[in-house]
Nanobody, 116 residues
């Protein structure tokens, strides 16, 4: 059974930092393209960052470039999202996604709230 479990969300002040984790199990982690998505209230889910199965070629949404960094640790079967210089507009539920061909898995999400 595939499980993706996000953690690390919370309440942070503008300008602060958070590090999200996505622990994967039940799949061959190194075979999957991994991504972070987010969904703010009343908005559609959007892609934040994606990293290839080999850990290279990260891509970011324009809104987070230069502030967020995606990474993965194959040995720990975990993906990370380091979020710096957070803004109120970053407030959303953040979801972990794993894709290989037609296989597509999602985590349950973790809430990130940026507010003073």
């Amino acid at each position: 059974q595939v499980q993706l479990v996000e953690s690390g969300g919370g309440l942070v002040q503008p300008g602060g930092s958070l590090r999200l984790s996505c622990a994967a199990s039940g799949l061959t982690f190194s075979n999957y393209v991994m991504s972070w998505y987010r969904q703010a209230p009343g908005k559609e889910r959007e892609l934040v960052a994606v990293i290839s199965s080999a850990g290279g070629r990260p891509n970011y949404a324009d809104s987070v470039k230069g502030r967020f960094t995606i990474s993965r640790d194959t040995a720990k079967t975990t993906m990370f999202l380091q979020m710096n210089s957070l803004k109120p507009a970053d407030t959303a539920v953040y979801y972990c996604n794993a894709v290989k061909g037609l296989l597509d898995y999602w985590g349950q999400g973790t809430q990130v709230t940026v507010s003073s």
